[in-house]
């Protein structure tokens, strides 16, 4: 019986919500994320933070970790690709929610709704 | 020391990361023995961290990460992955033993809970998942 991800009840966010997701964001590393919460939650889910803000440093500031390259996006982008956002966990994590398992066109969507590989924002 | 890979992006709560074995390159027992234990989490992105083992729970291994730690290129723990010593983890829960077509292995229970998979290859493959 797979498990629910803890949601927090909170109102969606803006189209314009700075969304970032930690290190280079290859494929392979997805696959490998996404495995473990089909693995327990039957959902593919993506780890991201993300905040209502406009700025990108204010949203990675909030997050725990402290990769050196990062891949940014928004709310909106992610929603215009079939991508819904769940804020799950503890703030400011959210969970993007794909359809199904990743295949080629689910990645190059997800890929190109990310910026390029940046430094620290 | 154990070096670990795990999704850095998903660490729910204070600097805590939870981890569990999903492949080894040699025999791994999840039990009590590995509390203490320091770990290298790695994304394999070239992100990494140190962390100490400080609890199992039903086969959770609980990681506290040196968040000051946060480092990218270790060279160090490069070289000992291209050796063979990789310990490769998914997040949150060690679940009960999967087996599979692709990976014949026996399950093993061990004493006190602990349990352990040995594939003709000599891997260890324990199944993995998130916990809420």
Not at chain 1, 29 to 46: G, I
Not at chain 1, 80 to 93: K, S, V
Not at chain 2, 6 to 11: Q, V
């Amino acid at each position: 019986m797979p498990a629910e991800p803890p949601r927090r009840d909170e109102p969606e966010l803006p189209s314009t919500a700075i969304v970032v997701r930690g290190g280079m964001m290859f494929r392979e590393t997805v696959e490998q994320a996404l495995a473990v919460t089909v693995q327990r939650f039957d959902l593919y889910l993506l780890s991201v933070v993300a905040h209502s803000t406009q700025k990108k440093r204010e949203v990675w500031e909030r997050a725990p970790s402290k990769h050196t390259k990062v891949r940014v996006s928004t709310a909106g982008q992610l929603r215009e690709c079939g991508f819904e956002l769940i804020p799950t966990f503890d703030a400011p994590h959210y969970s993007i929610l794909l359809p199904g398992p990743l295949n080629l066109d689910m990645w190059t969507a997800l890929d190109d709704a990310f910026s390029p590989p940046t430094k620290d924002p | 020391m154990l070096q670990l890979t795990a999704d850095l992006n998903a660490i729910w709560g204070e600097n805590w990361l939870v981890a569990s074995v999903r492949r080894a390159s040699r025999p791994i027992v999840v039990g009590e023995h590995l509390v203490g234990q320091a770990v290298v989490v790695a994304d394999g992105e070239g992100e990494f961290c140190d962390g100490i083992i400080v609890g199992l729970r039903d086969g959770l291994v609980d990681i506290r990460l040196d968040l000051e730690s946060w480092r990218s290129d270790d060279t160090q723990v490069r070289g000992l992955l291209v050796s063979g010593q990789m310990v490769s983890v998914g997040l949150r829960e060690i679940s009960p033993i999967r087996t599979s077509a692709q990976s014949p292995n026996v399950p093993m229970e061990q004493s006190s809970g602990e349990r352990q998979v040995t594939s003709p290859s000599g891997m260890v493959e324990l199944d993995w998942a998130l916990a809420s």
